[in-house]
C-alpha cells in the first residue's frame, strides 16, 4: 500500500463515526436515553430532531446543545406520525425510545392496560417504521434503530406483557431489515438492561430490588442512559455499514450470566 493510500485509509476510518450533513429524528428526546441519543448524533455531527410528546421536555434537550431543534409528537396518534414524516423532510436516521410498562402478572391484567402497552411499545414503533422507512427506501438510504430490552429474551414474572412487545419489536425490525435493505435501508434495535430512567423509578426506589438488579450484571450496577449512547451512534454511522436486522445488547453483560446465584470455585 502506497503511503498516499495508507493516508487515505486513516483519514476514513477518522471519519467513520462522524454524521455530517445528516438528518436525525430521536423520538422520546425529551428525557432518558433519547435525550442522550440526542446529544450523542448531534455531536458527531448530525442535525437533530428532538420529537417527543412532551414539547417542553423537547425544548429543554435541544438547548443543550447546537444542532438540535424540539418537535411535538404524540407517537400513538399514528395521523401524526405520517404528518412528522412529510413535515421533517428527508431523515437519514431514525431512533426511537419511547416505552412504557404495566408491571403485573398476566392474570391481574386489565384488557385496558394491555393495549395502552402494546399501542406505544409496538403498534407506534410499527407506525413510525412505515413512515419513515418509506421516504428512506425512496432515496436509497437511512438507518432506523429502535429500542427492545434484555425482556425480548429473558422474562420474569409481572413484565409479561411488556417483554412480549419488546419480542416483537425485534421481529418487526428483523422483517424491515429484509424489506428495506434492498433499497439500501438498515435497521436494528438495541437491547439495554437495567437503565436508571423514569421507566424503572419504581425499582430503584426499592433498595433491595435495586440491589438484586445491579447485582445481577457482569458489571454489577446499574446503566446510565448516556452509556446507550455510542451504540446508538454506531448503528446510525457508516462505522455500523454492513450491520442490519441485528439486536445490539449493551446490558453490562446481563444475558451473559445464568441467574443470580454465584457458586463457590
Known sequence: MQAKDRTDAVDAYSRLFRLDGRKAVVVGAG?????ESALALAAHGASVV?????????TASASMGPGLVPYALD????EAVTRAAEELGPVDVLVFT??????????????????????????????????????MAERGRGSIIGFSSIRAVAVEPGQGVYAATKAGL???????????GPSG????????????????????????????????SALGRWSRPDELAGAVVYLASDASSFVTGSQLFVDGGWTAIDGRFTPPT
Do not use: H, M
Open 185 to 216: 435501508v438498515r435497521v436494528n434495535t438495541i437491547a439495554p438492561g437495567i437503565v436508571d430512567t423514569p421507566l424503572t423509578t419504581q425499582i430503584k426506589t426499592v433498595p433491595e430490588w435495586s440491589e438484586a438488579y445491579a447485582t445481577k
Open 75 to 78: 407517537v400513538l396518534d399514528g
Open 170 to 180: 425485534v421481529q418487526l425490525v428483523r422483517t424491515a431489515a429484509a424489506e428495506l
Open 50 to 58: 428532538c420529537a417527543d410528546r412532551d414539547l417542553t421536555a423537547a
Open 98 to 135: 419511547a416505552a412504557t410498562n404495566v408491571r403485573k402478572r398476566l392474570l391481574d391484567y386489565t384488557t385496558e392496560e394491555f393495549e395502552r402497552v402494546v399501542a406505544l411499545n409496538l403498534r407506534a414503533s410499527f407506525d413510525l417504521v412505515r413512515a419513515f422507512g418509506r421516504g
Open 31 to 35: 428525557s432518558g436515553i433519547g435525550r
